[in-house]
């Protein structure tokens, strides 16, 4: 969750809404990957609103980065999966990332949280008037492993919800568009899931019991597996954003420089507040 402050070369400048409100600021990724062009030849989309050239080129770029296209503009296998979901090809590159990595449940989540509005209302006031955050905000490796966190502690109970300061409505809306997207994610060729779905990452690698070998302590596995699951929830969402990388300015500063270019503020919603990476 930041701000942009000045103009990069692959997205819009002024100031930006944050990643859950809107995933991406290329135009026309969508069309150029159903048609699986680049270049002059995009010209030959049938446009309504023909884009500016400029942004044709960060589309086909942003489709090179995600794996989609290949040199040649053609897309490529992991592209046509991509194209099986309903999503931008920024979501659809992190759903199929945490599948691949054994975290579809968390992947689809992910994706849901993304595309709709923040679950936390008070972070999207406080957002949108530049306020202070109305929480006490205890820092974290993720904003979104938060958000992933404090969902599925209520979607079974959504009377606690507002206690904890989300939104119900905006909590429905996450709920169904998660279930949309794995429906979706279910009925493609290829799925690399493992057959039990509560399993994590390496989970299909485990060697059998045996009476002869030592047993862990009972708190060793679980440790493990929500620390392998959070490793894939986070590797997927760098595979769907591999161009919002951005380092501080300095130690602890909220200014941000952009591996794409420009510079961003980070939100003082954010839970990250150590990491010298974003």
């Known amino acids: 969750r930041a701000r942009r402050r000045r103009r990069s070369p692959h997205g ?11 995933p991406d600021h290329h135009v026309g990724a969508q069309p150029l990957l159903r048609r699986g062009v680049r270049d002059r030849a995009a010209a030959d989309l ?59 449940d968390d992947g689809c989540l992910l994706a849901a949280l993304l595309a709709e509005r923040d679950v936390r209302a008070a972070d999207r006031l406080s957002l949108t008037a530049r306020r202070r955050p109305a929480r006490q905000v205890v820092a974290g490796p993720s904003d979104l492993l938060d958000r992933l966190e404090v969902v599925r502690s209520v979607e079974h ?11 119900p409505g905006a909590l429905r809306a996450v709920l169904r568009a998660r279930e949309q997207i794995a429906s979706a994610l279910n009925r493609t060729a290829g799925s690399t899931r493992p057959s039990n779905p509560r399993s994590g990452p390496g989970t299909e690698d485990r060697e059998p019991k045996t009476a002869d070998k ?17 490793e894939a929830a986070l590797r997927a969402v760098l595979a769907g954003f591999p161009d919002r990388v951005a380092r501080r300015r300095s130690s602890r500063s909220d200014e941000l420089l952009l591996c794409g270019g420009g510079a961003a503020r980070l939100s003082d919603e954010s839970v990250v507040r150590d990491a010298e990476l974003l």
Not at 12 to 22: I, K, L, Y
Not at 51 to 60: T, V
Request: overall charge positive.
């Open 12 to 22: 819009r400048g002024g100031q930006g809404r944050g990643p859950a409100r809107s």
């Open 46 to 104: 049938e446009w309504l609103d023909p884009p500016p050239p400029a942004a044709l080129d960060a589309a086909a770029e942003l489709l090179a980065r995600l794996g989609a296209l290949d040199a040649a503009g053609a897309v490529t296998p992991l592209g046509r999966r991509m194209l099986a979901l309903p999503l931008h090809p920024r979501l659809a590159r992190l759903v199929l990332e945490a599948d691949a990595r054994g975290a579809p």
């Open 157 to 167: 109970r959504e009377a606690d919800a507002r206690s904890l300061g989300i939104d």
């Open 214 to 230: 030592p047993r862990r302590p009972s708190s060793v596995k679980p440790l493990a597996e929500a620390q392998g699951r959070e």
